[in-house]
């Protein structure tokens, strides 16, 4: 998943750096879904030559985050609202199997502590402190979710399928997202790996319910 990105100075960045900066450009909304990406703007705004914008569009593309048409180049990929529904899908299966699984390993030194910080992290957030400041919490706390789970693959999937789902819709309410993260911090600690898979399951569904109809048809 995206999680925070080092700012370098222009003249340092590689295809790399420019992936994750239009990936915190999604959380941010300094990108946009539809927005086309002008390979001699990037090259400009970043100080690298055409080889390295074309680098970062490809893996940006291969990432699904970005669309690479012929004569029409680059451009932030545009989710239909069936599209959205499905990644909500696969998200709230692979995050209830990462649940689930940190349940079952929650005596592992360290692991009961680092997810009880955490959430305090989340539960201590204030919307002034900013929108990125929120997911940034968030995504180092399905992170370590997943690192006490132990399934590398999951590791691999879940960031691709975040990016999609944060871009400039409407968030869960601020009760509601405290509380689904609660629940799921209380089954994790309680070892319950069923209970645990059912809340986090049942917490993007909800999620899922709110953001969702806000993609076009």
């Known amino acids: 998943m995206p999680g925070g990105i080092e700012k370098t100075d ?5 295809s790399s750096y420019i992936v994750r900066d239009v990936v915190r450009g999604l959380y941010e909304g300094r990108y946009v879904a539809g927005q086309r990406l002008v390979e001699p703007d990037l090259m400009s705004h970043y100080n690298v030559g055409r080889s ?3 680098e970062a569009l490809k893996e940006l593309s291969s990432d699904g985050i970005v669309v690479l048409a012929a004569f029409r180049g680059a451009q ?21 199997l990462a ?9 592992a030194p360290g692991a009961r502590e680092s997810i009880e910080e955490l959430f305090r992290s989340i539960e201590e957030y204030r919307d002034e402190e900013g929108r990125f400041e929120f997911l940034r919490r968030r995504n180092r706390y399905f992170r370590q979710l997943v690192t006490i789970s132990g399934n590398e693959e999951i590791h691999r999937i879940l960031p691709r399928l975040q990016v999609h789902l944060i871009r400039n ?4 309410p601020s009760v509601e997202r405290i509380e689904g993260y609660r629940k799921i911090t209380e089954a994790v600690l309680s070892g319950d790996g069923a209970q645990a898979e059912h809340v986090a399951r049942a917490y993007v569904a909800k999620t899922a319910s709110f953001i969702v109809p806000h993609f076009p048809e």
Do not use: Y
């Open 169 to 172: 819709r409407l968030s869960v």
């Open 10 to 14: 222009k003249g340092s960045s590689t």
């Open 76 to 96: 932030i990929r545009k989710l239909s609202r069936e599209e959205a529904a499905n990644l909500f899908s696969i998200t709230e299966v692979v995050l209830g």
């Open 52 to 54: 390295t914008v074309r």
């Open 99 to 107: 649940a689930r699984q940190a349940a079952q390993k929650i005596e």
